[in-house]
């Protein structure tokens, strides 16, 4: 059988407080919408159609290619959201999902044994439905005599009888789509909100003798709706556990979960070692036995095996087999570090290769070079890429030794087994096996301390 699933994406998310559409707020380094997609591709579905309406470019521009999407101008409740969609899938054969963009933590296991019961029930339309002592603010299912769902109920409608069900509509259905186009034509707008409410086609549904069933979650986390701030950051701590969880299930070590954040799409090898206040973001890959310090920082970055990150932030580079970098060390965007590579404590390096066994120990800027193996930097070594205007390359062969404070003015070339002398300003290309000495001369004044600021004497 055909599948089909239409995500609401429409909601302005007033209560967000936000100029960002709300299933555009991240959870777990993935969008709200990211998420729900995600879940919903594990269905393997014919076409998913996107509701789009307040800030719909932006929504628009996040979509996976080849997904499709339609333009509610006007929000005039959830039915009218489904409803526009029917010229795209009103004369389908098949089911329908209809899912809220706002609802990041459901899975795609869930959504795939929801579509199963449906199926093997030969429902019209099921409800994903779930058990909660605190109902409030939710719509309630309430059953007949049979057992069987008989209507959903929202809040602001509901008697005080009703209002004690505690079992609840996550927002989640699965419909006989040629049924739910049938009866959306049916809805009206008389409830409290005055709005077309989707929930309203149960009541048709029954009023048909047709099947109305619910599947009930067996994890209430899952039903969370974000609406605010406060659900938001509910939603992203779940989420991290999860996350969280399951690279320790995969082998990983952490050493304080509660105080280590990684994101979504984020993947770890066995034996790799996490300290506690460590963020890991975007779509970094970390492989086997590598160790992370507390306080380290990683954004979409990869990290090979046997490398180690002592309290230092990666950004958008590679570390090789065996590389070490920290402490207080930054890898900005388009450093690669090949195998052996040491990176000490306050050293920043950007759009850099660092060849075989480099070593830049500490306190040392490396900016758009090309480095050879077994290069050693001293401390307080500067490449100096940058005029103003433009930035500029700097090349330094294998096995050459910077001395400390050497300022390495770009454009140039260091020669193989090339040295420059320690305080040097090095302006011009030094050739292979040479020395470059380029400071001034010193001189001693003898005795004329003693006429100086400073003396104290003997």
Same mark, same amino acid.
């Given at each position: 059988?055909?599948?089909?699933?239409?995500?609401?994406?429409?909601?302005?998310?007033?209560?967000?407080?936000?100029?960002?559409?709300?299933?555009?707020?991240?959870?777990?380094?993935?969008?709200?919408?990211?998420?729900?997609?995600?879940?919903?591709?594990? &269905?393997?579905?014919?076409?998913?159609?996107?509701?789009?309406?307040?800030?719909?470019?932006?929504?628009?521009?996040?979509?996976?290619?080849?997904?499709?999407?339609?333009?509610?101008?006007?929000?005039?409740?959830?039915?009218?959201?489904?409803?526009?969609?029917?010229?795209?899938?009103?004369?389908?054969?098949?089911?329908?999902?209809?899912?809220?963009?706002?609802?990041?933590?459901?899975?795609?296991?869930? &959504?795939?044994?929801?579509?199963?019961?449906?199926?093997?029930?030969?429902?019209?339309?099921?409800?994903?439905?779930?058990?909660?002592?605190?109902?409030?603010?939710?719509?309630?299912?309430?059953?007949?005599?049979?057992?069987?769902?008989?209507?959903?109920?929202?809040?602001?409608?509901?008697?005080?009888?009703?209002?004690?069900?505690?079992?609840?509509?996550?927002?989640?259905?699965?419909?006989?789509?040629?049924?739910?186009?049938?009866?959306?034509?049916?809805?009206?707008?008389?409830?409290?909100?005055?709005?077309?409410?989707?929930?309203?086609?149960?009541?048709?549904?029954?009023?048909?003798?047709?099947?109305?069933?619910?599947?009930?979650?067996?994890?209430?986390?899952?039903?969370?709706?974000?609406?605010?701030?406060?659900?938001?950051?509910?939603?992203?701590?779940?989420?991290?556990?999860?996350?969280?969880?399951?690279?320790?299930?995969?082998?990983?070590?952490?050493?304080?979960?509660?105080?280590?954040?990684?994101?979504?799409?984020?993947?770890?090898?066995?034996?790799?070692?996490?300290?506690?206040?460590?963020?890991?973001?975007?779509?970094?890959?970390?492989?086997?036995?590598?160790?992370?310090?507390?306080?380290?920082?990683?954004?979409?970055?990869?990290?090979?095996?046997?490398?180690?990150?002592?309290?230092?932030?990666?950004?958008?580079?590679?570390?090789?087999?065996?590389?070490?970098?920290?402490?207080?060390?930054?890898?900005?965007?388009?450093?690669?570090?090949?195998?052996?590579?040491?990176?000490?404590?306050?050293?920043?390096?950007?759009?850099?290769?660092?060849?075989?066994?480099?070593?830049?120990?500490?306190?040392?800027?490396?900016?758009?070079?090309?480095?050879?193996?077994?290069?050693?930097?001293?401390?307080?070594?500067?490449?100096?890429?940058?005029?103003?205007?433009?930035?500029?390359?700097?090349?330094?062969?294998?096995?050459?030794?910077?001395?400390?404070?050497?300022?390495?003015?770009?454009?140039?070339?260091?020669?193989?087994?090339?040295?420059?002398?320690?305080?040097?300003?090095?302006?011009?290309?030094?050739?292979?096996?040479?020395?470059?000495?380029?400071?001034?001369?010193?001189?001693?004044?003898?005795?004329?301390?003693?006429?100086?600021?400073?003396?104290?004497?003997?």
């Amino acid at each position: 059988m055909n599948k089909y699933a239409i995500i609401l994406a429409a909601g302005k998310g007033t209560r967000m407080k936000s100029k960002l559409p709300k299933v555009l707020h991240e959870v777990a380094g993935k969008t709200m919408l990211g998420h729900v997609l995600a879940s919903v591709s594990s &269905l393997e579905t014919e076409k998913n159609i996107v509701i789009v309406g307040h800030e719909a470019d932006r929504v628009i521009a996040t979509l996976p290619k080849g997904t499709n999407f339609v333009k509610q101008s006007e929000q005039l409740g959830t039915g009218h959201a489904v409803k526009i969609a029917a010229d795209l899938l009103a004369d389908k054969e098949g089911t329908t999902l209809v899912i809220a963009g706002d609802t990041p933590l459901i899975k795609g296991e869930t &959504l795939k044994a929801l579509l199963q019961y449906h199926e093997s029930h030969k429902a019209t339309a099921t409800i994903l439905t779930a058990i909660t002592p605190e109902p409030t603010g939710y719509g309630r299912i309430v059953r007949g005599k049979d057992h069987t769902v008989e209507k959903i109920v929202e809040q602001k409608d509901a008697s005080e009888l009703e209002k004690a069900i505690t079992e609840i509509n996550t927002g989640t259905f699965v419909f006989d789509n040629k049924s739910l186009f049938k009866a959306l034509n049916e809805i009206t707008t008389d409830n409290a909100q005055g709005e077309y409410y989707l929930t309203d086609v149960i009541e048709i549904f029954k009023k048909a003798n047709k099947t109305v069933d619910a599947y009930i979650l067996k994890d209430f986390d899952e039903s969370l709706g974000v609406n605010d701030r406060v659900a938001l950051a509910q939603a992203e701590k779940i989420m991290r556990q999860r996350i969280n969880t399951q690279h320790m299930i995969n082998g990983v070590t952490l050493i304080d979960p509660e105080s280590t954040y990684i994101d979504s799409d984020v993947t770890i090898g066995a034996e790799t070692v996490i300290e506690g206040n460590v963020v890991i973001k975007g779509k970094t890959v970390i492989f086997n036995n590598v160790h992370i310090t507390n306080g380290s920082r990683i954004i979409d970055s990869e990290i090979h095996s046997d490398s180690e990150i002592r309290n230092s932030t990666i950004e958008n580079s590679r570390m090789s087999v065996g590389s070490n970098v920290g402490p207080y060390a930054h890898l900005r965007p388009g450093t690669v570090l090949s195998e052996e590579v040491h990176v000490g404590n306050f050293v920043e390096i950007k759009g850099s290769t660092l060849g075989k066994g480099t070593k830049a120990g500490h306190l040392t800027y490396i900016g758009n070079a090309t480095v050879g193996e077994k290069v050693n930097f001293g401390a307080g070594t500067i490449t100096a890429n940058y005029d103003g205007r433009n930035k500029f390359n700097t090349e330094i062969d294998d096995f050459a030794f910077i001395g400390s404070n050497s300022t390495i003015i770009a454009p140039i070339h260091i020669g193989k087994n090339g040295l420059t002398a320690a305080g040097s300003v090095i302006t011009e290309d030094v050739p292979d096996e040479s020395i470059a000495i380029a400071r001034g001369r010193q001189v001693n004044k003898i005795g004329r301390a003693k006429k100086m600021p400073h003396y104290r004497g003997k």
